[in-house]
């Protein structure tokens, strides 16, 4: 049977940002494809180092609209570390609130998002109206439902009030008796079992060979974590569990979004009975940060994000580099398509929860012709050090 190349994006029904598949077919099976990343670069590492620490944060939010909490405190706690600033422990229990909160969207959202790509538009009504009450706990802690801006250089920008406290409380035991329906419904619902089971399957071998993170390893048995392997704010005070699963494909990184629900409910019921007293930011953070480098890790809901900082004693960032989880995700997407259906593209596509907005780096345009190509890695390094020095490393 001769093979078919059927083009999926960059603009395509099924997938909901900018990415270009080339699908070679046989029949309805995929035997290889050709990704292609990266339509829309929106500069804002290099935006960032142009702000103060002040004025970078807001930026840095936008990266990605699910994650926003996700980067800013990557971000702070990095400016943080390099400034030997200790936070509050009200700040981090307040942070971590945020963070698992944050977390509890991006799942509820990415549970509706698969749920709806096989057909199940009733549990996309349904998980989209918890997310609602998450989204509400959000809007009335920070002011807003989206990009929270609870963080600012040396703890949060904003108390938690006893009335919000208790508001928070009241909508834990509806949530948490939702999820526990969704943990049932995962087990036996046969939609789900059909089109999720055997599906993008990944062994945790290939897993660790290209690198991937979040609740895709752990769906392949991989047990890491940064919340429990490289702790930071208050997870190593606080009683949670890393979610895994062997089933190695798109059921078992449902099971492990669904577990993880119940964890960050967990968490955030944990830090709001534990809430201690006190201040909630350093008093007198300085403006500049000392001449310094450093790699700040942080578990987003989609995995480990990472923001290389480095420092030259002055209010603003010389250089801010970030990896986002997506971005470590697509190899083995590319991986766990080959030997599928077409029809199975976009839950597989869907299962690793990717964000385009904040995966894409670079496009290289000729203003000449306006064509689109690519550079060498010698070349992007000779750039590289024409711009930040000859310290940059091939």
């Known amino acids: 049977m001769a093979e078919v190349m059927v083009p999926i994006g960059p603009q395509h029904p099924a997938l909901k940002e900018p990415v270009n598949f080339r699908i070679y077919v046989e029949g309805e099976k995929i035997v290889r494809l050709e990704l292609d990343l990266s339509y829309n670069h929106r500069g804002i590492e290099k935006a960032a180092e142009e702000r103060n620490f002040i004025r970078v944060l807001p930026l840095l939010e936008r990266v990605c609209g699910i994650c926003s909490h996700s980067h ?8 943080e570390e390099i400034m030997g600033l200790e936070v509050p422990a009200r700040g981090q229990y307040i942070r971590t609130i945020i963070a698992e909160l944050e977390r509890m969207h991006s799942h509820l959202l990415w549970l509706g998002v698969a749920a709806h790509e096989i057909g199940f538009n009733t549990l996309l009504m349904w998980t989209w109206r918890d997310r609602e009450a998450v989204l509400d706990t959000l809007e009335e802690m920070s002011g807003n439902r989206v990009h929270y801006n609870m963080n600012e250089i040396g703890g949060v920008r904003l108390d938690l009030s006893e009335k919000q406290v208790e508001a928070a409380q009241q909508r834990l035991p509806v949530l948490e008796e939702r999820i526990a329906q969704y943990v049932d419904m995962v087990s036996h619902q046969e939609t789900m079992l059909l089109r999720f089971r055997g599906v993008g399957k990944l062994s945790k071998e290939e897993i660790l060979k290209y690198g991937t993170v979040g609740p895709t390893a752990r769906a392949s048995g991989v047990d890491y974590d940064v919340r429990r392997d490289d702790p930071y704010l208050v997870y190593d005070e606080v009683p949670w569990n890393v979610v ?7 059921y078992g990184r449902t099971k492990v979004r669904i577990g993880e629900l119940s964890e960050s409910l967990k968490i955030v019921r944990h830090c709001i009975e534990n809430l201690p007293g006190g201040p909630i930011r350093v008093t007198s953070a300085p403006k500049a940060a ?36 997506t971005l470590a995700n697509w190899t083995s997407v590319a991986k766990a398509l080959v030997n599928q259906n077409l029809a199975d593209i976009p839950v597989i596509v869907a299962a690793i929860d990717p964000c385009l907005s904040c995966t894409s ?18 070349e992007l390094v000779r750039k590289c050090r024409a711009r930040y020095g000859t310290e940059v490393q091939p």
Not at 244 to 250: H, I, L, N, Q, R
């Open 72 to 79: 800013a405190t990557a971000f702070v706690k990095g400016i």
């Open 244 to 250: 895994t699963d062997s089933s190695g494909d798109v």
């Open 290 to 325: 000392p001449k310094g480098e450093i790699l700040s890790r942080y578990e987003a809901p989609r995995g480990e994000l990472a923001h290389f900082i480095r420092t030259n004693g002055t209010d603003k960032a010389d250089r801010l580099d970030i990896r986002t989880p």
């Open 361 to 378: 780096r670079m496009t290289v345009i000729d203003t000449g012709t306006m064509a689109q190509g690519s550079i060498s890695w010698e």
